[in-house]
DNA sequence: TTGTATCTACGAATTTTTTCGTACACCTTT
DNA sequence: AAAGGTGTACGAAAAAATTCGTAGATACAA
């Protein structure tokens, strides 16, 4: 595990989130997916991708003439510390401040609302 | 209200964050406080705030020699904007995702805990 | 009045992030 | 074999964010 989970940039992230939903992908799958939302030449995914295998954030195999790129941080770490660092300087420290305006703006199922009460009651009973 | 609450930077949000506990201040008390966490010499966040007030992001007045800055965008408002934006690249749009890992990773009192379960509970009955 | 401190203004250098053009290799089809 | 499509490599431009040096104004103390 990385003692640096290393703070990928905003465009970074959206290749790493490709990644962890669809597996290991070549460049042209990731920049045909982000194409869709985003404008971007095909050299600037395949670049990016470079940087960050060189930077350790992805590996790679060759795989005949193309490459297939695996992400080299987990989700939950990586999500752990922008998470960390989200709630520091946009909620100076108060993670309920956050989960307060999380949960009042954004569609939440019912049945995700009793996954967090149950969390909740965990953490409570626990202290 | 704004319609686009530009995004800060984090290096602006340091300075929103300060105006938002602090009030109106000075650059040098803006200065002074993030110096001792961060390193940047004075005149760094003096440009820094200019830009911010060309941008709207700040308002300003004169005091004598020297300028007091205001935050022009609210904390909740910010907060909002930015947390929506983060919602969706870190954790794919699912804000239940990001409230189980910031109640579970993070200090939370039981006076918060109890806050957010009434809240919960308002959200389940409106539904 | 001569320094010292403290301010703003502002151009510009630096650093970081993003973007893209071009070269070259390899396959497949004509 | 030539042409067209699809890859990677890589330098470098462009854009964005950050940093700082220097100049000039003003107050205040020695």
Redesign the pocket.
């Known amino acids: 595990m990385p003692s640096n989970p290393s703070?990928p940039?905003?465009?970074?992230l959206e290749i790493l989130s490709f990644l962890w939903q669809h597996g290991p992908s070549?460049?042209?799958q990731v920049h045909d997916f982000l194409a869709k939302t985003?404008?971007?030449?095909?050299?600037?995914t395949?670049?990016?991708m470079?940087?960050m295998q060189e930077k350790g954030l992805l590996s790679r195999t060759e795989e005949g003439?193309?490459?297939i790129y695996t992400a080299q941080v987990s989700e939950e770490e990586t999500q752990q510390s922008l998470l960390g660092r989200f709630v520091e300087t946009a909620f100076r420290g108060s993670a309920a401040q956050l989960v307060m305006q999380a949960l009042g703006t954004h569609q939440t199922s019912a049945e995700e609302l009793d996954e967090i009460r149950q969390l909740l009651d965990n953490l409570e009973n626990n202290r």
Not at 9 to 12: A, I, N, R
Not at 38 to 44: D, N, P, R, V
């Open positions: 703070k940039t905003d465009s970074e070549t460049v042209r985003k404008e971007a030449g095909y050299t600037t395949l670049k990016l470079q940087i003439r193309s490459h």
